[in-house]
């Protein structure tokens, strides 16, 4: 078998589990999107499979204990960093590796052949295992932080921020109420506008440039690093970028031409007084009503309210 | 590397960051799993399935956060500063290198390569020197008395010596001399005799001289070649077997003592074993700089050859212990076959040492390249990923790609690993 013969250590691997993997993979992630791919297709699929990850990972499940030696010596600083990643600190990270591994071994007993039914068990051998073992780790950060914290939105830790600028002070650092009444509802209807044509645009587009605009604009990453999830090198997101604001704008201005009634004129002058004004939170203004809420944000809002 | 964006646009992005249109999951079960996102994060899906998880990841925060953290620890996260890949980004890395990398590319290999052979002609020539030194303080009286027998003796063909050192560097000198003028000549030997004791005293010292100062290369090979032309494609055996024989005649100079019957065949054995010492190191320097003056001299096509050439013999005197560490020499077609191989590495790898400018290590082959080993499989339009060692990436990198750590504990100094379709630069 070719896999077999491309790792580099031999595992004591019943052919039988390795090709039912193996299988599990090809169906889950070529045919069941492809399933006309040709040959050469899956032949370049299976050759790409981490041979040595998958033969080490199916000796753990089939209770190698050199294996599982192996697997513990390789990937235990890759556990531990991807927890402490997700911790707050060294003793959370410690707590959090340790659950991983009690995961990965099997809290419970399967019923057909009485072995530990671990986490292991899903490992394709698509990607490698330490990025595999960083998202278990990942996924199992935010399900133990959403289990301690359940009424805190943990994603949007901005949301807070904002929340926290929404908020009347009274300590002059911002006004709880503008000064001029109508100006300031007019301000905001704009600026509701604004955002909610913006949010539009943003969802009018394609999936990789939507994803593209969310690491960079909402995660904070740098083109650089949205690049690399993206697969694409940092010029080339920039590039992109620079295309998907051109879509965006004309999208952005045709909604509130045609939705808003807006002229060109005003639409411009809106805009530019918009961005110049976004050196603070164009969502805060929107959400400085009570009851008014962007997409989204509702569930924040609505998820602090029982700690107030 | 940013272009030119629409600045409103921007601005207005950035301030509604979070609240344009993401729509949360409620559901975990929506969620991708940690394989798919693992998967996706090391691009490692087929086409369709990842537009899928694309447009999944467009819209939840959860996974794209599992995504991006995957896809910056395991090192797909571009250096932060921006460096061309070259030379100039080699010794960069090199000056910020610590001590105890520096100290090992003092050692490393390609250095040794040059630093061994010179040593050793350094350390024969030393050697040799202190030997013939300290014989000629010690024999002297005796040579000065058997020279005064021989002149008593009746019948003796032999002239009375102008000094006893003269007389004993006869032997060591004529190493450059050619043997008829020797041959107990009355009116020959003194002269001789005086030539070569400075020829002898300066011998060690010229070797080494010859093989740091290359401007007297020329001036020193062609001195070499009338003293003894050895064949070039045997200069391997003939540095490890007894001399050709036509090297021969520089032994039988010694001709006062043979002649005279003074001198004991031990002696001659040791002055034999001396010259036939200093013979072979001197050779392997002469083989040396004339393949560099060939390379040099050369057109260019021909300095090619020329490199060809050194690199050839270079194989049949050095071998890889690691690549060939069962001893057998290689063949001709392989040593040719690496030997070419080499030659299509960049020129800052010049002919010397060509046989230690790859490395085999975690099942790549990498090639010198400055202060750097580079991945034969590297190619200058990667996006590379420069990680340091010690460093939390680093680690996270090795515990992923473990032939990435081998291949940085193994190698020293820069090294440039292509591993799982990315290029991985360690510093």
Redesign the interface.
């Known amino acids: 078998m070719r896999l077999r013969a491309r790792a580099?250590v031999p595992r004591p691997v019943e052919d039988s589990a390795l090709v039912a993997r193996m299988r599990s993979s090809l169906e889950?992630?070529?045919l069941?999107?492809?399933p006309d791919?040709p040959a050469p297709?899956v032949a370049k699929?299976l050759d790409?499979l981490h041979a040595d990850d998958l033969l080490l990972v199916l000796a753990c499940e089939h209770g190698d204990e050199a294996a599982w030696e192996d697997l513990m010596r390789?990937?235990r600083?890759?556990v531990l960093?991807?927890a402490r990643?997700?911790s707050t600190g060294e003793a959370e990270a410690e707590e959090l590796a340790d659950s991983v591994w009690a995961e990965l071994y099997g809290t419970r007993v399967r019923a057909s052949d009485g072995r530990p039914a671990g986490?292991l068990a899903?490992?394709?051998g698509?990607?490698?295992?330490?990025?595999?073992l960083?998202?278990?780790v990942?996924?199992l950060g935010?399900?133990r932080h959403r289990r301690v914290a359940k009424l805190v939105q943990t994603?949007?830790a901005?949301?807070f921020d904002?929340l926290a600028d929404s908020e009347p002070t009274g300590d002059g650092w911002r006004p709880a109420t503008a000064p001029d009444p109508e100006r300031a509802l007019s301000e905001t209807e704009a600026a509701r506008a604004?955002?909610d044509a913006?949010?539009?645009s943003?969802?009018q587009l394609d999936?990789?440039d939507?994803?593209l605009?969310?690491?960079y604009?909402?995660?904070?990453?740098r083109?650089?690093?949205a690049?690399?999830?993206l697969?694409v090198?940092?010029?080339t997101a920039?590039?992109r970028?620079?295309r998907v604001?051109?879509e965006?704008?004309k999208r952005?201005e045709t909604i509130l031409t045609s939705e808003c009634g807006w002229t060109r004129e005003e639409t411009a002058a809106t805009?530019?007084q918009?961005?110049?004004?976004?050196?603070?939170?164009?969502?805060s203004l929107?959400t400085s009503e009570p009851g008014v809420a962007?997409?989204?944000?509702a569930?924040a809002v609505e998820a602090r309210q029982p700690d107030g | 590397m940013k272009q030119e964006f629409d600045k409103q646009l921007d601005s207005l992005l950035r301030g509604t960051r979070g609240g344009a249109g993401e729509v949360r999951r409620a559901a975990a079960a929506e969620h991708l799993s940690p394989d798919e996102l693992s998967a996706y994060a090391e691009n490692a899906l087929p086409q369709a399935a990842r537009s899928l998880y694309t447009a999944h990841l467009a819209d939840c925060s959860d996974c794209r956060r599992i995504v991006t953290t995957v896809v910056l620890a395991s090192g797909a996260e571009v250096a932060r500063e921006a460096r061309p890949a070259g030379v100039a980004d080699v010794s960069r890395a090199a000056s910020k290198s610590s001590w105890g990398a520096r100290l090992a590319a003092l050692f490393s290999p390609r250095v040794m390569a040059y630093a061994a052979p010179v040593l050793a002609v350094a350390i024969i020539g030393a050697v040799a020197l202190v030997i013939l030194r300290g014989r000629q303080g010690s024999e002297a009286p005796n040579v000065a008395q058997r020279s005064d027998e021989e002149a008593a003796r009746p019948g003796s063909i032999t002239q009375p010596s102008p000094s006893a050192g003269t007389l004993e560097a006869a032997p060591a000198a004529n190493i450059d001399a050619p043997a008829p003028q020797t041959q107990g000549s009355p009116a020959a030997a003194p002269g001789v005799g005086t030539a070569k004791t400075e020829t002898t005293t300066n011998a060690p010292v010229k070797v080494k001289e010859m093989a740091q100062d290359k401007s007297n290369e020329l001036a020193d090979a062609d001195e070499f070649k009338t003293a003894s032309p050895v064949p070039k494609p045997e200069v391997a055996a003939a540095a490890a077997a007894p001399p050709p024989a036509s090297s021969q005649p520089a032994e039988a100079v010694p001709v006062a003592p043979t002649s005279t019957g003074a001198r004991a065949p031990a002696r001659e054995a040791d002055d034999r074993e001396v010259s036939r010492q200093r013979r072979s190191a001197a050779d392997n320097a002469r083989e040396a700089e004339r393949g560099e003056d060939a390379r040099r001299d050369a057109p260019e096509p021909e300095r090619g050859r020329a490199m060809n050439n050194n690199n050839e013999r270079a194989e049949r005197r050095v071998y890889d212990g690691k690549t060939k560490s069962d001893g057998n020499v290689p063949s001709e077609t392989e040593g040719l076959a690496s030997a070419r191989k080499r030659q299509g590495g960049p020129a800052t790898g010049g002919g010397r040492g060509a046989a230690s400018e790859t490395r085999f290590v975690a099942g790549h082959e990498f090639r010198r390249q400055g202060n750097a080993w580079v991945d034969v499989n590297y190619r200058s339009s990667m996006s590379t990923v420069s990680v340091r060692r010690g460093s939390d990436s680093f680690r996270s990198l090795a515990a992923d790609i473990p032939e990435v750590g081998r291949a940085a504990g193994q190698l020293p100094g820069t090294v440039v690993i292509v591993a799982r379709g990315r290029a991985y630069r360690i510093n």
């Open positions: 580099s889950k992630y070529l069941r999107h492809r791919a297709e699929f790409a390789g990937f600083s890759t960093s991807a990643s997700a986490k899903y490992y394709s698509c990607g490698s295992l330490g990025g595999w960083r998202a278990v990942g996924q935010v399900d994603e949007e901005s949301d904002r604004v955002a913006l949010a539009r943003v969802a999936d990789e939507r994803l605009v969310r690491l604009y909402f995660d904070g990453l083109l650089k690093e690049g690399a999830v697969g090198h940092e010029a920039s590039r970028l620079t604001h051109g965006m704008r952005v805009l530019a918009a961005a110049a004004l976004l050196d603070t939170d164009l969502a929107v962007p997409e989204g944000r569930g």
